[in-house]
């Protein structure tokens, strides 16, 4: 089906059902990675390593979403473009932000590199903690010019209404990890090494399949001459900013958490916090892709002036997040143990008892975590960069932080509940700024909202 015909013409819960089910499952294969290499780490290389892993993983991750700050901030003017029927516009768009992320990887792999022992050292990790920290990064560094790709290729793949494909590419860059994370650790013994070198093989694979259809040009988007401005650029980084502070900040807020582990704590603390990451990841995983697959429809219909139908879709979002979010609660509340215990080697009964109750904790962030994440992936769809990052960075970093202080005195169980207590004030905080945004007329749209869809859309 055509990108125009898949988010114009198709009705709003066929829509949802054909995009939302295989984006929430596309994105939750992609993030696999991230719990294949704490699984292997863990169980295989020791704790140590373990510990080294949750220190270096935020700083990987930010270099990771220097990539996806352009993807998605790409992809919001695409949409629209596309919406507008603006072709040799959204094609211009899509070869800028190709080209910027390969050079973008390459200057942030340069700067991961020689920076790893200060990072370490800043992070106050000694010993073989340190080195194999350093190690780790830079492993990473080193494939970051032909890694990055992958996070934004999905999105072009949606965009072109190609979902099964960008959800069939996830699975197999998953898939591709878990053996070569087998293969590097078990069977070639490469230590800490192995694991960032298998999940940048199978990055790297996937990146290239997913080029092949856009040179061949048999996509909506196709490669051009790139004609680059600076405004072009700043249109990507204004759009592309909510996500990008928010995955950033949220890595910072990691950092600082993790210094105050190693100090209350210890490395115990450090590697229980990163299960619990790992486990949280899943729900929100899920959330990101129901919400991020959705925001081509919502930018091709708020570019076509169908009002009505965006917010159609925005209503089957929320819907399914609470749900989503909420069953993810209930799973954890009922096997934490077992959750817990897939990242833990033998002898590491201690972890495993702290990890469970924390996880009972940490689990609660469930209960409001949807709401505000649906809104923010909304006002990204509309191109309203500043209410999405004024919710992203209070999320991931102004108020988790000043809740590490004045939840401090309950000790490591005040860590735990930082995520629950936060998702609780932001959640009020976008409901403030829906209103207030409402009573300005920011959502008013004087275009006609009758989308050929709507006639045959019962709900």
Avoid: H
């Avoid at 215990?341 to 409001?368: D, H, P, Q, T």
């Avoid at 930082?418 to 209103?435: D, E, H, K």
Wanted: proline residues 4%; positive net charge; charged residues 10%.
């Amino acid at each position: 089906m055509k990108s125009f015909d898949l988010y114009i013409k198709t009705s709003a819960i066929k829509l949802f059902l054909m995009v939302a089910v295989p984006g929430a499952v596309s994105m939750v294969a992609s993030s696999l990675w991230g719990i294949f290499d704490s699984i292997f780490v863990g169980n295989f290389l020791g704790d140590n390593a373990f510990a080294a892993m949750n220190l270096a993983i935020p700083f990987v991750l930010i270099n990771f979403s220097l990539a996806d700050l352009i993807g998605v901030g790409s992809a919001v003017p695409i949409s629209i473009a596309l919406g507008k029927n603006q072709n040799k516009e959204a094609n211009n768009y899509f070869t800028c932000a190709c080209i910027s992320i390969v050079v973008v990887g390459f200057i942030s792999g340069i700067a991961l590199y020689f920076s790893a022992p200060a990072i370490l050292w800043a992070m106050q990790a000694e010993g073989e903690v340190a080195e194999l920290g350093i190690k780790y990064l830079r492993t990473y560094a080193v494939f970051s010019p032909f890694t990055t790709l992958i996070f934004a290729m999905d999105n072009f793949l949606r965009i072109c209404g190609k979902i099964k494909s960008s959800m069939a590419l996830n699975i197999t860059m998953s898939a591709v990890i878990l053996v070569m994370q087998y293969l590097c650790i078990c069977v070639w013994k490469l230590g800490i090494a192995g694991s960032p070198i298998a999940v940048s093989s199978g990055m790297i694979v996937c990146a290239v399949i997913s080029l092949i259809p856009f040179i061949q040009k048999k996509l909506t988007l196709q490669f051009c001459i790139p004609r680059f401005s600076f405004r072009i650029f700043g249109q990507f980084v204004s759009s592309g900013s909510p996500n990008f502070l928010s995955n950033t900040a949220a890595r910072i807020t990691s950092i600082l958490i993790n210094a105050v582990l190693l100090r209350v704590g210890g490395t115990s603390a450090v590697s229980v916090y990163g299960i619990l990451v790992n486990i949280g990841d899943i729900v929100q995983q899920l959330l990101y892709g129901t919400c991020d697959s959705l925001q081509p429809a919502i930018g091709y219909n708020w570019g076509a002036g169908y009002f009505d139908r965006v917010k159609r879709i925005v209503k089957y979002c929320l819907i399914s997040s609470a749900a989503i979010s909420l069953l993810g609660m209930f799973v954890m509340q009922m096997f934490p143990e077992t959750f817990v215990s897939l990242f833990l080697g033998e002898n590491s009964e201690e972890i495993l008892s702290v990890g469970v109750k924390a996880l009972r904790l940490y689990c609660l962030v469930n209960i409001f975590r949807w709401f505000p994440f649906a809104i923010q992936g909304f006002l990204i769809a509309l191109d309203k960069p500043l209410p999405a990052t004024v919710l992203s960075v209070s999320n991931t970093f102004a108020v988790p932080i000043l809740l590490l202080v004045v939840l401090y005195p309950l000790g490591l169980n005040g860590i735990w509940l930082n995520s629950a207590v936060t998702a609780l004030i932001v959640s009020v905080l976008a409901i403030f700024i829906l209103l207030r945004m409402k009573r300005r007329g920011d959502f008013d749209s004087n275009a006609s909202t009758e989308s050929p869809a709507d006639k045959n859309d019962m709900v």
